[in-house]
């Protein structure tokens, strides 16, 4: 961080800095705690006066790594920086090491550390993927021994698995009573569910008579 130091003398007078410098203020950007002494000389006449630039360390601050969640989860985030700093996010002013957040886009979250009236920033990106929507075959009726063709289409990409153990989004089935199957559809780790009715009618008692 650089600083100016001015100094002040009688109408007239020449100065001359620790630092070589001969003008009345001066620019430094010291690295460590430094004193700087000035002479000013006026007729001959010569006094000196000294000032010390004290140097605190700026805090080492972590925003954590990027996170991926679903949309509708909720993420904890937690930073870590130099001992006995104090921390200010860019969400809410929340001021906690650790925060609770639920983006449903994409987001980056900015944490600042601040120790001894120094600061120093990092940020986190949560990154959000969407559940992945489904499309169903509708709930139908088949008559006993038939069979019939299931279909779940999902994101391109999606994988697929139904309760009785497929893992095709196209199943053919023929049950015996009525039966509900569900479905699974997978994408980038996010997961929704689908279910269709299959109802089941009996073949009907018939008596041709007796020959």
């Not at 006094?47 to 700026?58: A, G, Q």
């Not at 996010?190 to 089941?200: F, G, P, Y």
Request: proline share 5%; hydrophobic share 35%; aromatic share 6%.
């Amino acid at each position: 961080e650089n600083i100016l130091l001015t100094a002040t003398s009688e109408p007239g007078a020449d100065y001359k800095w620790s630092t070589g410098s001969t003008s009345q203020s001066i620019s430094i950007t010291p690295n460590a705690t430094t004193p700087y002494q000035v002479t000013a000389t006026l007729n001959g006449c010569s006094n000196s006066d000294e000032v010390i630039v004290t140097v605190k360390p700026i805090p080492t601050v972590e925003a954590g790594d990027n996170q991926t969640i679903c949309r509708g989860d909720t993420v904890n985030i937690t930073a870590t920086a130099t001992g006995g700093s104090s921390y200010l996010w860019s969400n809410a002013a929340e001021i906690t090491q650790s925060i609770t957040v639920f983006p449903i886009i994409n987001t980056s979250y900015i944490v600042t550390a601040t120790l001894n009236g120094c600061s120093a920033s990092d940020n986190m990106i949560v990154f959000v993927n969407n559940i992945p929507t489904i499309t169903i075959s509708d709930d139908d009726t088949i008559c006993l021994g038939q069979t019939i063709n299931l279909v779940a289409v999902g994101p391109a990409g999606s994988s697929y698995a139904w309760s009785h153990g497929a893992l095709t989004n196209s199943i053919t089935v023929s049950p015996t009573q009525n039966t509900t199957y569900v479905v699974t559809v997978t994408k980038n780790n996010c997961t929704n569910t689908e279910s269709v009715i299959v109802l089941v009618n009996p073949a009907p008692f018939v008596n041709a008579g007796i020959d």
